[in-house]
């Protein structure tokens, strides 16, 4: 969109692109990710004149020669400049509707060459065409009114959706280019174009709102049940091809499909072939102390794996403790089946439908995919592991649960610690040197936004690693969690 690139934007009557929103969700590079960040829910609009007036003033002047014809009436030269008024709009500003100066400065310029045609005359056979013309010009003129204090209200609800955290300002930006507001139809746009309070800081009603939307994004996560169809295979069949080469994690040597083992090891001892299993809402709730961290677990009572998997987050949560950090009590939903797997032809095809990896959502509560279990994500840049979740866990020993675990109590303790700047990189992205060289100083994926770089960094230092002045100072600024910092948040 460039002509100059301000001044063509108006000028094409195009539609304007969704933007995608954070939270930490662990997913495959260029997945589609459902974060608080991605649903900011942008919709598409157009701030172009009315389309029903235009095209019929378009309809009228492509056919006024004809139509305005007199028989054996010359057409005068005041009435050859309104013909000539029509022409240039109708292969001008007609065609870019959303160029409001041109199409404005041309069909006045149709009215001024009327006016000087009417001055000084007297009745006239072609007065009932003209007056219809003149009618049909003021109706988009109309339109172009509206449209002008349509785009002066969305550019000022613009500005404060651009607005964010001035301690943030130097390493993170919220643009407002290309979204059409819509705070009664839209939650986020409700909170981040709500007046912030006098430190630049969102207000105590944004805050709630976006809590909201963070309890209703939960509820939708819980809401999806997986399973698993086996294609009429065997026991044997089904375990050959979930352990072939080419369903091997290149990192841990297990297979990409742990729900399928899971699956195979809740298979009674008879039965072939294999019947298709789905998963279940009645989840086996435990609550454990960790270290003075009540953690409350959720799991399916018919998972072979629901152990290990509630002892990986056990794992995380002992491991940041060890750092100095308080963790406040903790919900972590961890069902058996994390998408669904169905055999055709030979091969384990997953469905379009998931839950992500892991994901954090405010105030307190984890979600797990099984999808996690010995299968982290091999994804590298050059010879750098994406995700630093898998990297540490081949250096450390550690399970990549338990690494992927501790990069969400990262965004955990970022909102406890800091609720209003967590919640204030929704839908940021980077501005200054920081997010520049995150891929290198941290990891790929701290450089996809402000949000991660937090948890991505958090996850390292509780692996000791090091990092340099100006990482830790971003990190900081962003409100990154501190050893020994009292949680805000209840």
């Known amino acids: ?3 100059n690139r301000a001044q063509r934007q108006d000028d094409r009557d195009t539609r304007i692109p969704v933007p995608t929103p954070a939270r930490r969700t662990e997913t495959a590079a260029g997945g589609q990710v459902l974060t608080m960040q991605r649903t900011v829910g942008n919709q598409a609009f157009t701030h172009t004149i009315q389309r029903t007036a235009q095209d019929d003033l378009v309809a009228y002047a492509s056919t006024w020669m004809e139509t305005s014809n007199v028989k054996y009436k010359s057409r005068s030269g005041d009435l050859q400049r309104v013909d000539q008024a029509v022409t240039t709009w109708l292969t001008g500003g007609s065609g870019v509707p959303g160029n409001l100066d041109l199409n404005e400065a041309q069909l006045n310029g149709i009215k001024g060459a009327v006016t000087r045609w009417r ?3 007297g009745p006239s056979r072609r007065d009932a065409f003209i007056d219809e013309l003149v009618q049909r010009v003021d109706a988009v003129l109309a339109a172009i009114g509206q449209v002008r204090a349509q785009r002066a209200r969305n550019d000022a609800l613009g500005a404060k959706y651009s607005q964010i955290d001035p301690a943030m300002a130097g390493h993170a930006r919220r643009q407002a280019q290309n979204i059409t507001f819509d705070p009664t139809g839209n939650r986020f746009h409700e909170a981040l174009t709500d007046d912030r309070d006098d430190q630049g800081q969102l207000s105590p009603a944004a805050l709630t709102v976006l809590r909201q939307v963070a309890a209703e994004n939960l509820g939708k996560a819980l809401e999806f049940i997986g399973g698993v169809d086996p294609g009429g295979l065997s026991r044997d069949e089904l375990d050959k091809l979930m352990n072939s080469p080419t369903n091997v994690n290149a990192s841990t040597g297990q297979t990409t499909f ?8 809740s298979l009674p001892a008879t039965g072939d072939p294999a019947p298709e299993s789905r998963g279940t809402r009645d989840t086996q709730q435990q609550v454990h102390d960790v270290g003075g961290t009540q953690l409350t677990t959720y799991t399916d009572p018919t ?3 629901a152990g290990r998997r509630v002892q990986a987050v056990i794992t995380a949560i002992t491991k940041v403790q060890a750092q100095g950090f308080d963790v406040p ?3 972590a939903y961890l069902p058996k089946y994390g998408r669904n797997l169905a055999v055709q ?11 992500h990896r892991a994901e954090f959502f405010p105030p307190n509560n984890l979600v797990g995919s099984s999808e996690l279990a010995d299968n982290p994500l ?3 840049l050059g010879d750098q592991y994406q995700y630093l979740s898998t990297k540490l866990a081949e250096q450390s020993g550690d399970d990549s649960m338990t690494t992927t675990m501790i990069h969400e109590l990262g965004h955990y303790l970022h909102y406890h610690q800091n609720a209003g700047k967590f919640l204030d990189l929704t839908s940021t992205t980077w501005t200054g040197a920081v997010g520049g060289s995150a891929h290198q100083d941290v990891s790929v994926y701290a450089a996809q936004n402000p949000r991660e770089f937090v948890a991505e960094v958090f996850l390292g230092q509780v692996y000791g690693e090091q990092y340099d002045a100006q990482v830790l100072e971003a990190y900081h600024a962003l409100g990154g969690p501190r050893p020994g910092q009292v949680p805000t948040t209840s």
């Open 1 to 3: 969109m460039h002509r």
């Open 119 to 121: 001055t000084g005359k």
């Open 258 to 265: 742990p729900e399928l083992r899971a699956y195979l090891d």
């Open 303 to 305: 998972d072979p794996q």
């Open 329 to 331: 009590p903790l919900r």
């Open 345 to 355: 032809a030979g091969m384990i095809r997953p469905g379009q439908q998931k839950m």
């Open 378 to 380: 091999t994804n590298k």
